[in-house]
């Protein structure tokens, strides 16, 4: 059973950073093949996409956060990582990292949409207050 382990959130200021990790309990075999993505929820809103990456770094990103959020992951340690820039407090939301596979294949392009994914981490508060 695969798990994932979200760390890095806590409360910034705007125009802060926060760099949020994801371990995934996974073969290194496997990880490298994962594609991966972070959403992010607010109460009483639906879970949305922020960014999705696929085996080889390539990454898409939400317009609301491109340019200020970079997506990476280190296949060799089983991580994913997304460093957020200039946080502004409509980024207060429980932030999810997520996993999915595709036969495995390699990950050739990232997947984005929430319905794609099959493994779920528990989630990770960030808060930006002005």
């Known amino acids: 059973q695969v798990s994932l382990v979200e760390s890095g959130g806590g409360s910034v200021q705007v125009g802060g950073s926060l760099r949020l990790s994801c371990v995934v309990s996974t073969h290194t075999y496997q990880y490298k093949r994962a594609c991966m993505g972070w959403f992010r929820e607010v109460p009483g809103k639906a879970r949305e996409p922020v960014a999705g990456i696929g085996s080889f770094d390539h990454a898409t990103y939400a317009d609301s956060v491109r340019g200020r959020f970079t997506a990476s992951r280190d296949n060799n340690e089983g991580t994913l990582y997304l460093q957020m820039n200039d946080l502004r407090p409509e980024d207060t939301a429980i932030y999810y990292c997520?996993?999915?596979?595709?036969?495995?294949?390699?990950?050739?392009?990232?997947?984005?949409?929430?319905?794609?994914?099959?493994?779920w981490g528990q989630g990770t508060q960030v808060t930006v207050s002005s």
């Open positions: 997520a996993a999915n596979w595709r036969q495995g294949y390699y990950c050739s392009s990232p997947l984005f949409l929430p319905d794609e994914y099959g493994y």
